[in-house]
């Protein structure tokens, strides 16, 4: 594709520009809000279950790895299934659901594993099982979700749209998660002030993907809209 766009002379010729000017503008802050909702839900599932495990259930280090463990096999797993389910039922379906988990399902789900976690009196195969669903939440709004990025974006400005969407969205809204949520846990000791950061942002991705966010996975790359992008070298 790009090689096609090369022949044709409508390669961008200052991408970062063009991505935040005019349409890819509005796709951009669309991205965001749903990218950054997918980022602190994945992070909530995935790492602060390590942090809570240890910080507000005491549990050391080996006995932590040992409640994840079970998760951890399934989830890469997980993640597969549901990339390749969002091929036949599309991809905003399972990522809006996996935001609807999120928000309903953070509360119980670290409740639970809160009273299966126990120092000194650890239910093994509930607390694991409970480690599971949350990986499902994970896998539900990051499986689909790089493909939705780049059929969302047009060819010209791809990645370079998609990365910059996608590494703000994980490394400042996801990479905050732990760091946030530990600290208002240990503050207050209330976990469901722990989670409201958790619970914000998917539901502004919520919101967001189903007011403004388009259905992707019918669309072809190559008939992406924008292909008469202006090359942004000012011609």
Known sequence: ???????????????????????NLRRVLIAAAVSFGQAVAWYT????????????????????????????????????????????????????????????GFYPLYTLLGRFAQKDNLQYWPAALTVMGLMLIAAMVWGPLPALLAEYFPTQVRYTSLGVVQNAAN??????????????????GNLMWALVYPIALPLLGLIVGLLFLPETARHRLWEQPGAAMATGDGE
């Not at 200052?14 to 349409?23: D, H, M, R, S």
Request: avoid cysteine; charged fraction near 10%; charge should be positive.
């Open 171 to 188: 490394g400042w809204g996801g990479g905050l998660v732990p760091y946030v949520t530990t600290w208002i846990q240990t503050a207050t």
């Open 1 to 23: 594709m790009f090689a096609e766009l090369k022949a044709r002379r409508a390669v961008v010729q200052n991408p970062l520009k063009v991505t935040f000017t005019g349409e």
């Open 45 to 104: 599932a995935i790492f602060w279950a390590l942090f809570f495990l240890q910080t507000a259930q005491k549990l050391d280090l080996i006995t932590t790895y040992k409640v994840l463990l079970p998760g951890l096999l399934v989830a890469p797993v997980l993640h597969i299934v549901m990339g390749w389910l969002s091929d036949s039922i599309g991809r905003k379906p399972i990522v809006l659901t996996g935001f609807v988990l999120a928000i309903v």
